[in-house]
Each structure stands twice: as C-alpha cells, then as structure tokens.
C-alpha cells in the first residue's frame, strides 16, 4: 500500500469502528430498529443545505456530519439520563461512520463530490 493511500484507509477503519460500535450500542440498548433506520437517514437531510449554494450547503452538510456533536449528544444523554439522545447519539455516529467507511466525509465547498476522503 503507497504511503498516499493509507490515510484513506485509516478513515474508512476509524468509520467501521465508529458504526460496529454505536451499532452495537443501540442494539444492546434495546432500541428500535425501524427507528435505527431511520435516524440513519436523518443527517443527509443537512443536504438541502445545497439549496442555498455550494459554500452554504457544504456547511450545512458537514455540521450535520460532525462527530464531535454525535458524540457530545450521546455523553449528554449518558450523563442527563436521557435514553433518546443517547439513542439519537448513537445512530448519527453510525451514520457517521458508515459514512467514512464507504469513501464519504465532509464536503470541500468547491464542489459536493469533493470529500476529505476521495472524489465521490
């Protein structure tokens, strides 16, 4: 493997990391799963930031992709007591994660296709 390749490897990793855990996570909870599926598809609604232009949409999306709030929301919930944020929590740092293991990051505003991780 080049030297140039491995940092993309390291990401799609740290993705499969981050979605086996929180998966795992909300499994053990003993959430939902039809609502596991759909707040797996709650983040990509930040793409209709795009409406408002590239730099904006890019933005949006990427807010809406930020592990640090996914993982703030779910030790607040720890910490509060609040099983639906931990829930919550747990499902957008699975989105997150199988996000970056399929070759998906944030958004550069020059162009969507254009991630952290590759050109999509």
Known sequence: M????????????????LAAGALALYIDGGWSIL????????????????????????VIYNLGHAL???????AIGVLAGS???VQVGLAWTAHIGIDWLAGYGFKYPDDFKHTHVQRV
Do not use: H, K, N, Q
């Open 35 to 58: 609502a596991l599926i759909l707040l797996l598809l709650a983040p990509d609604v930040s793409i209709a930031g795009y409406a408002l232009g590239p730099r904006a949409g890019a």
């Open 2 to 17: 080049s030297a140039e390749r491995f940092p993309a490897l390291l990401i799609r990793l740290t993705g499969l990391a």
């Open 68 to 74: 640090p709030a996914a993982l703030a929301l779910g």
């Open 83 to 85: 099983g639906v944020a």
